[in-house]
């Protein structure tokens, strides 16, 4: 079968209520992740041939409004509740059924992706690679992996979105973001030195909460397109306001020596750019959807959302396939040299096509831990447990506790 036949084939297979602009929008949110992890993640190779994380944002400050555009997960739980409340309306039994489904399709390409790097982890080392090198790629491996917990907490809380949604309409996400700045204001107010620094922490689940529950309210149709307005106006607003009144750091992801960050956990500023985001979504739905009717348009979007998982969980992996090598080679640029210069941008950006091109190839075989389990089989079972002490074991090591 020919490109184009496949194509049209997948065009052609899509259901007409099919919303391909929500599904364009994941993929365009879902795809800016490995694009914002192999831009703006770099390596360092120490005199031992060992790898150690470096940003070229260290360097170039001026770089970081490209973070504007690659922090993307505003869309993305935005169009994740979108889905969820279609797919809880549409349950076929009870919502706890409905939820452990969820939460099983989230968790089989993590324990999969988890449980295969601790089997790598001693065949690397055996193999020569430094511990340091390993240590580095452990926790790339598992540093997108937060976001699948966290996703799986607010997918958890859908019915309660859904109420506060038919009650308040788009007003309902309002308290999450005041939620947000009132610890924003505890922990960089005149007061801050009082603080204990773990009040950071409540922001995380009202932080990304947020923009699921603008994604709740407008599936159920309480969002509309004056409430997408404001949304984009106030949030572009309360962006700027932040960055040149309150002196909020600029890049939206975390800079090496930087005290404060916006990511983790989530400051004002993330949301602010979530609402203008989401409200900009809202608007050009129709837009998205005209569009994405072409096939050729169309089938790169479903197979992006068909190995959506696969390409969270894999994409750095990708990344190390090359630059792990490559650090036995010793100085290659973009991929073992200090990203502190035009030159690494510039080679980073040409080893962009061949990280994309080891994904595609990790894909083929990684896909298949998104498929369903078989139920009944009790080697399945023994599998199922084995890997779960594998990630387990994993996860131990890349957080450093062994």
Request: with cysteine; net charge positive; proline share 6%.
């Amino acid at each position: 079968m020919s490109v184009r036949q496949l194509v049209h084939r997948i065009d052609a297979s899509t259901p007409a209520h099919r919303d391909r602009a929500v599904d364009g929008l994941r993929a365009l949110a879902l795809m800016a992740v490995p694009a914002g992890h192999w831009l703006l993640g770099g390596f360092t190779r120490d005199g031992d041939g060992a790898l150690h994380n470096a940003s070229p944002l260290s360097e170039f400050a001026e770089f970081a409004p490209v973070s504007w555009v690659l922090q993307m997960l505003g869309v993305f739980f935005l169009v994740g509740g979108y889905a969820s409340v279609l797919s809880y309306h549409r349950r076929p039994s009870t919502g706890g059924a409905w939820l452990r489904g969820r939460l099983v399709r989230l968790g089989r390409p993590v324990l999969g992706v988890t449980a295969v790097w601790a089997l790598m982890i001693p065949v690397l080392y055996a193999a020569g690679v430094p511990e340091d090198t390993l240590r580095t790629g452990a926790k790339l491996v598992i540093q997108p992996l937060w976001f699948v917990g966290v996703y799986a907490v607010v997918t958890a809380l859908t019915p309660c979105c859904v109420r506060l949604a038919r009650r308040f309409g788009g007003w309902a996400a309002a308290p999450l973001i005041g939620s947000v700045a009132l610890v924003d204001f505890l922990r960089y107010g005149p007061y801050a030195d009082a603080v204990p620094s773990w009040v950071g922490v409540l922001n995380i689940l009202p932080g990304w909460l947020f923009a699921y529950q603008l994604g709740v309210c407008w599936g159920q149709g309480r969002l509309s397109r004056r409430g997408a307005g404001l949304l984009l106006v106030g949030g572009t607003a309360l962006f700027a306001v932040l960055l040149l009144v309150f002196l909020y750091p600029a890049s939206m992801v975390g800079v090496p020596g930087e005290a404060r960050t916006n990511s983790h956990p989530p400051s004002l500023l993330v949301l602010a750019l979530a609402s203008a985001q989401s409200g900009a979504a809202v608007l050009m739905h129709g837009r998205i959807g005209r569009t994405l009717s072409r096939p050729a348009l169309w089938a790169p979007v479903v197979v992006i959302n068909l190995s959506a998982m696969t390409i969270l969980c894999w994409h750095q992996t990708a990344m190390l396939a090359a630059a792990v090598p490559a650090s036995f080679a010793g100085v290659v640029p973009g991929l073992t040299t200090s990203p502190d210069s035009a030159g690494w941008i510039m080679a980073r950006l040409a080893w962009m096509p061949l990280f994309a091109a080891l994904l595609v190839l990790i894909s083929r075989y990684a896909r298949r831990f998104e498929e369903p389990w078989e139920t009944g089989d009790r080697a399945g079972h023994v599998r199922r447990a084995a890997a779960g002490l594998l990630a387990a074991g994993f996860a131990v090591f890349a957080l450093r506790l062994a």
